[in-house]
Nanobody, 122 residues
């Protein structure tokens, strides 16, 4: 099994920045890719960005392209967020695709962190 623990959420003003981190432990050699999702109240969970475990490929949703950056740092994945907007307010989840799956496919992700709240005030 793989355990994922997120950190770094909080409250920030519009235009500000936040850095989220997701530490992976356990059978990390089974990870194919990792991703960040978010879910706002009343909305479906949305795939924001993903990275292959090798770090060779990344994906960004249009809603965050140019503002968010995903990177792998050893057994952690970092999400750097800039130019935050009130509509970025949501619970952010780290996820891992274990033992296979295409990194751009949200259904590939089968191991989840507990989530961390990001609130952007206007």
């Amino acid at each position: 099994q793989v355990q994922l623990v997120e950190s770094g959420g909080g409250l920030v003003q519009t235009g500000g920045s936040l850095r989220l981190s997701c530490a992976a432990s356990g059978r990390t050699f089974t990870i194919y890719s990792m991703a960040w999702f978010r879910q706002a109240p009343g909305k479906e969970r949305e795939l924001l960005t993903a990275i292959t475990w090798s770090g060779g490929s990344t994906y960004y949703a249009d809603s965050v392209k140019g503002r968010f950056t995903i990177a792998r740092d050893n057994a952690a994945v970092v999400l750097q967020m800039h130019s935050l907007k009130p509509e970025d307010t949501a619970v952010y989840y780290c996820a891992a695709a274990i033992s296979g799956g295409y990194y751009r496919n949200p259904r590939s992700y089968n191991s989840w962190g507990q989530g961390t709240q990001v609130t952007v005030s206007s």
